[in-house]
């Protein structure tokens, strides 16, 4: 059965009129294309019992294998369609909010609501050969990783190792799913920090948080670094507690536990250590097309984990004005188990 | 005065109660912060008189300079805000849809509108300093190509030459502007294929469409190759009418004119030979932080060009199986004309 069939079949369940999809993740999924947004309505209408694309005529001929309705430049592309007002409407979460505010305004419909009450159901279990393509992309990106950490040399500037990093990854792999982050020392503190024009020293901690796209899927690692040895001993004891929550939510992984629970477990080992205030953030994302997306593995989430599933395992703790250290794996449900996709060395790298 | 204040000036002589910003290029314009959109909400609230961030706590250090409103994964974040029901709110146009459905199922607003409404009358007009960058940028950027466009030899696919150059762009200036198109020959008629598993022939057209960052500014160049002597002696004719469309409208650009009458002139040049059923796209768009912004060059868009706009000019000619031919220029406002930012030859490229 078809993805477009698949979620025709949940839109039964429910009195959805009209799935509203925009150049997402989910029209990657469901029918293959994928564009950046932008600011032209290109947008798949799924209903009940069919589904159509409203596309500028630009793209008229790359897509016409699918069934179109094309509207010209200076045209009101929302007059070409045939959408029944007081509908229910679910929109693609991540699609520009202009469409849905078109549609809000021009359709009047009853209900708005997230398309990813249905989608997540659909994508947040893999096939096989999603799954597939995510090992090989996880052995890929580790691959390049170590390839090029040898070119961190002290007094690069993070961004400048994250623009060479970010290079190399898509002169090699194609697409990367999200800007490196490339952080060091006192800036390590902020997960999501990009990087700065500080410069790196010898015995700082280096954070590289990075992912490629493989096929259209996602990968998300970080690792930590240091050029030489730390001049703060205090990170490799934070190293050992970091990597003591990662290996101790991911040897619990099983089918039928609540994400929640697998976020207890990493926080239990950061708390019982005393750094639970300084482990800012949930315990991981689940991955796929996007590099976030269900499952959540956070706080009071009480998603069910199944088999196929794959998400991050992520624990960290930040010492502002210090270093942070975050250690993330990728792990698939298989046989009830957690399998981690990664095999780099979870210790400190001496560079 | 900054811009949080001109935005509160604007929203003065409207009755809106809130506008709200992603992590997009307005919360880059109005903040300075620039970050990938992800499913955490990360918003900026402007008010009439104040304004407001809710951000994640994996953010709060890196932000502690703005006024935050923090949430910790978890917790619901939009618990967190005080906004008033029966409200006007104004929402940034390609801010993630997930959050717009939140806020109007959250908080019943009497009205939800696009923020580009205000907004563009901001952005749209740039200063000095913006131009400046805009400049340099294409400057950057075309030097960037000459310095690439050697390497593209026969029986390279087009995929791979778009990732060479990418990765070649990325390496040299950090950031693109949005993935380069490569598309040779009859895949050249669609002008937004991003590339494909072809290999390049000699005497085939090969259209290249790119971009990157400068400062935060985009750039955008269409431009037009062969591996020697083109084989259909056509190419070289509809690259004479391209330039000359391309030419006559970058000539007549004044200010005080209609966006829709720079498309006219560009199109009536094309029509008046033939190919106007080919010209299947508007005839360019203002470009700024992003992309792709207002004004749209476009048939029937009655906005006023006004001094310190920059927009491209890009007619182009498609013909299906055979190839197309696009020619695209910056153009900024200044003492009321148009100044062109382009150096590159428009003539085909014989590499």
Same mark, same amino acid.
Request: hydrophobic share 35%.
């Given at each position: 059965?078809?993805?477009?069939?698949?979620?025709?079949?949940? #839109?039964?369940?429910?009195?959805?009129?009209?799935?509203?999809?925009?150049?997402?993740?989910?029209?990657?999924? #469901?029918?293959?294309?994928?564009?950046?947004?932008?600011?032209?309505? #290109?947008?798949?209408?799924?209903?009940?019992?069919?589904?159509?694309?409203?596309?500028?005529?630009?793209?008229?001929?790359?897509?016409?294998?699918?069934?179109?309705?094309?509207?010209?430049?200076?045209?009101?592309?929302?007059?070409?369609?045939?959408?029944?007002?007081?509908?229910?409407?679910?929109?693609?979460?991540?699609?520009? *909010?202009?469409?849905?505010?078109?549609?809000?305004?021009?359709?009047?419909?009853?209900?708005?609501?997230?398309? *990813?009450?249905?989608?997540?159901?659909?994508?947040?279990?893999?096939?096989?050969?999603?799954?597939?393509?995510?090992?090989?992309?996880?052995?890929?990106?580790?691959?390049?990783? =170590?390839?090029?950490?040898?070119?961190?040399?002290?007094?690069?500037?993070?961004?400048?190792?994250?623009?060479?990093?970010?290079?190399?990854?898509?002169?090699?792999?194609?697409?990367?799913?999200?800007?490196?982050?490339?952080? *060091?020392?006192?800036?390590?503190?902020?997960?999501?920090?990009?990087?700065?024009?500080?410069?790196?020293?010898? &015995?700082?901690?280096?954070?590289?948080?990075?992912?490629?796209?493989?096929?259209?899927?996602?990968?998300?690692?970080?690792?930590?670094?240091?050029? &030489?040895?730390?001049?703060?001993? =205090?990170?490799?004891?934070?190293?050992?507690?970091?990597?003591?929550?990662?290996?101790?939510?991911?040897?619990?992984?099983?089918?039928?536990?609540?994400?929640?629970?697998?976020?207890?477990?990493?926080?239990?080992?950061?708390?019982?250590?005393? %750094?639970?205030?300084?482990?800012?953030?949930?315990?991981?994302?689940?991955?796929?097309?996007?590099?976030?997306?269900?499952? %959540?593995?956070?706080?009071?989430?009480?998603?069910?984990?199944?088999?196929?599933?794959?998400?991050?395992?992520?624990? &960290?703790?930040?010492?502002?004005?210090?270093?942070?250290?975050?250690?993330?794996?990728?792990?698939?449900?298989?046989?009830?188990?957690?399998?981690?996709?990664?095999?780099?060395?979870?210790?400190? %790298?001496? #560079?």
């Amino acid at each position: 059965m078809d993805r477009i069939q698949r979620l025709q079949k949940e #839109l039964e369940k429910t009195d959805t009129d009209y799935v509203i999809i925009g150049t997402t993740s989910n029209m990657f999924y #469901l029918v293959g294309f994928s564009e950046e947004q932008m600011e032209r309505p #290109l947008l798949l209408f799924v209903t009940k019992d069919d589904y159509f694309m409203l596309v500028p005529k630009l793209y008229e001929e790359q897509l016409k294998q699918l069934p179109l309705i094309v509207y010209r430049d200076g045209e009101d592309p929302y007059s070409k369609l045939n959408l029944k007002e007081n509908s229910n409407i679910l929109i693609d979460d991540t699609t520009f *909010s202009l469409f849905t505010i078109e549609i809000l305004n021009r359709f009047k419909p009853r209900r708005l609501g997230k398309a *990813s009450v249905i989608l997540r159901k659909l994508r947040q279990v893999k096939d096989d050969e999603e799954i597939e393509k995510m090992e090989k992309g996880v052995k890929k990106a580790e691959e390049l990783l =170590l390839e090029f950490v040898p070119d961190i040399k002290e007094n690069m500037t993070e961004c400048e190792i994250e623009r060479k990093l970010k290079s190399f990854l898509i002169g090699e792999a194609g697409y990367i799913s999200f800007d490196p982050i490339v952080t *060091s020392g006192p800036n390590s503190s902020m997960p999501h920090l990009r990087c700065s024009d500080k410069k790196v020293k010898g &015995g700082e901690v280096i954070v590289i948080d990075y992912g490629i796209k493989y096929e259209g899927y996602s990968t998300d690692t970080t690792r930590v670094f240091s050029l &030489g040895r730390p001049n703060d001993t =205090l990170a490799l004891e934070i190293v050992e507690i970091v990597k003591s929550a990662n290996e101790e939510a991911e040897k619990h992984v099983r089918e039928g536990m609540r994400a929640k629970e697998i976020d207890d477990i990493a926080r239990k080992v950061i708390t019982d250590k005393g %750094y639970g205030v300084y482990f800012i953030h949930r315990t991981g994302h689940g991955i796929g097309i996007d590099v976030h997306e269900d499952p %959540y593995i956070s706080p009071g989430n009480d998603d069910v984990i199944e088999q196929n599933m794959v998400f991050t395992i992520e624990p &960290g703790i930040y010492l502002p004005g210090k270093f942070g250290i975050r250690i993330e794996d990728e792990v698939v449900v298989k046989k009830g188990y957690g399998k981690v996709l990664n095999t780099l060395q979870k210790e400190l %790298y001496i #560079l």
